[in-house]
């Protein structure tokens, strides 16, 4: 079985300053990793993923994750984020289930920017 | 712009009353999904359906029923509410079988129910 975990449920960071979420997983076969992005009263938005090939994903709004098979992990970096960055971000494994494809989110964590 | 909707945005309602949260997208995408999201919490799949005529049963049981009548569209249904379903619940369509295919998801339906 596949989980997501999350250890951060809530990360401060100051406007211009690096930050780096960290996500790890479980699994017994080969997965592929997402992050989704929740701003305020809105949906998930896809951010990157990895799916093969170079261990260094690049996203949308100057964010990027590295996936790390040996640690089971691929957290997500930004070097200088923004107020706007303010949000909920989520981490994803994704497996083939037969006629769907079925993902596993972690617990969520609230990245707070702050001037 | 959102190519899936969900409405309505928020819901109050009291105790025991049916109600049903409405799910469309206009992508023609065969897989749909419902999330519950509680705060603090993974989101966990409640219902989900290959296509039209086809719904199961995902990880977290629920009280709630879905539909699948048109490709377009996904309702959930609550026949009794009660404060237990107090929670954000989102709904996602993917285009593709395949793991890499990322979902689409709504901006969710928050219900409070008192």
């Known amino acids: 079985a596949q989980s997501v975990t999350q250890l951060d449920s809530q990360v401060p960071v100051f406007e211009e300053a690096p930050v780096e979420l960290r996500c790890n997983y479980s699994?017994?076969?080969?997965?592929?990793l997402f992050w989704y992005v929740q701003y305020p009263n809105q949906g998930l938005q896809l951010l990157l993923k990895y799916l093969s090939g170079s261990t260094l994903v690049k996203g949308i709004n100057g964010f990027e994750a590295e996936f790390n098979k040996s640690q089971t992990s691929f957290h997500l970096r930004k070097p200088s984020v923004h107020i706007s960055d303010t949000a909920e971000y989520f981490c994803?494994?994704?497996?083939?289930?037969?006629?769907?494809?079925?993902?596993?989110f972690g617990s969520g964590t609230k990245l707070n920017v702050k001037p | 712009e959102a190519d899936i909707y969900q409405t309505p945005r928020y819901l109050v309602i009291g105790t025991g009353k049916k109600i049903t949260l409405e799910c469309s997208q206009t992508m023609g995408h065969d897989k749909m999904y419902w999330y519950q999201q509680d705060p603090g919490m993974e989101l966990h799949l409640i219902h989900y359906?290959?296509?039209?005529?086809?719904?199961e049963k995902g990880d977290l049981s629920s009280e709630s029923t879905v539909s699948r009548i048109r490709t377009e569209h996904f309702p959930l249904t609550l026949e009794s509410a009660r404060p237990s379903h107090t929670s954000q619940y989102l709904c996602a369509s993917s285009g593709d079988t395949t793991p890499w295919y990322g979902y689409t998801f709504g901006s969710g339906t928050r219900l409070t129910v008192v």
């Open positions: 994803a494994v994704s497996r083939s289930g037969g006629n769907f494809n079925k993902f596993y």
């Open positions: 359906s290959y296509g039209v005529n086809s719904t």
């Open positions: 699994s017994s076969v080969s997965v592929y």
